[in-house]
């Protein structure tokens, strides 16, 4: 039996990655009409819009309607990833000059039609994080990541945190704290800021990453999506593969697991 990857992000995950998981379920089912194994696997699976799919490609849609449901889900996930994306822009540049967090907060919020998290209440959080530093924080490490699957009232504290940080101890101190970060874009920013990367270099760098990866997680949304009905529609597994390749870049392969 094909063996399935369920605990992955779909944002780091590389194209090459993303079709092998879906031609790994096609092994898994065959061209049985019986999708129960893919029903269990949208129970199992952490990658919200995959498990979307798994839950929407397998039943009475249609094509088209799998397809436009789809596309809404992508441009939802989307819209919130880049908006994190520029919550965390604003932590790192601010970091980098070392602003006053109770300006951070306000520039943060700009980007929320309502804040996730009383101004107030968030600065309190933070603060509270503060005083786990250097020594105490150890069992409590969640609370200082930073990624894009983190509730918007969590990361909101955990940038502030940093903000606070940085101001108080200098941008040099947050070095501990990169292994604690599970966003590859607020880690590598971060790093930056305490290498000593100019401001306007960090910044230029922060706009087209983000650009990057949503671009690339736009890609891989719509190659799921159509090998997803394919699978549906019981194609088989040769022109499966005929399909992912067609998704991936020059000299690229993708095989089952």
């Given at each position: 039996m094909a063996e399935i990857k369920r605990d992955?992000?779909?944002?780091?995950?590389?194209?090459?990655?993303?079709?092998?998981?879906?031609?790994?379920?096609?092994?898994?089912?065959?061209?049985?009409?019986?999708?129960k194994p893919i029903h269990e696997e949208a129970q199992y699976t952490s990658e919200e819009?995959?498990?979307?799919?798994?839950?929407i490609g397998f039943g009475d849609f249609s094509e088209e309607t799998i397809r436009r449901m789809a596309q809404v889900k992508s441009q939802t996930m989307l819209s919130c990833m880049e908006r994190?994306?520029?919550?965390m822009r604003v932590a790192i540049l601010d970091v980098a000059t070392a602003e006053n967090p109770h300006r951070s907060i306000a520039k943060l919020y700009a980007d929320f039609p309502q804040p996730p998290v009383a101004g107030d209440k968030a600065i309190r959080f933070a603060q509270e994080l503060l005083r786990l530093m250097p020594d105490k924080y150890k069992g409590r490490e969640k609370f200082f990541d930073v990624g894009h699957r983190i509730p918007d009232d969590k990361l909101i504290v955990a940038l502030l945190f940093y903000v606070f940080?940085?101001?108080?101890?200098?941008?040099?101190?947050?070095q501990s704290l990169l292994p604690l970060i599970s966003s590859a874009y607020f880690?590598?920013?971060l790093s930056m800021?305490?290498?000593?990367?100019?401001?306007?270099?960090?910044?230029?760098?922060?706009?087209?990453?983000?650009?990057?990866?949503?671009?690339?997680?736009?890609?891989?949304?719509?190659?799921?999506?159509?090998?997803?009905?394919?699978?549906?529609?019981?194609?088989?597994?040769?022109?499966?593969h005929s399909l992912a390749r067609a998704y991936l870049?020059?000299?690229?392969?993708?095989?089952?697991?």
């Open positions: 992955f992000d779909l944002l780091e995950m590389p194209v090459e990655g993303v079709a092998a998981y879906w031609l790994s379920l096609k092994k898994l089912v065959g061209n049985k009409r019986n999708f819009y995959i498990r979307y799919l798994l839950q994190k994306f520029d919550c940080y940085a101001r108080h101890q200098g941008k040099d101190a947050c880690r590598d920013a800021v305490i290498d000593g990367f100019d401001v306007p270099f960090v910044r230029k760098w922060l706009k087209k990453h983000k650009e990057a990866l949503l671009k690339d997680m736009q890609f891989k949304c719509a190659m799921s999506t159509e090998l997803c009905i394919g699978i549906a529609s019981r194609i088989d597994y040769d022109n499966l870049p020059p000299n690229g392969g993708a095989q089952a697991g």
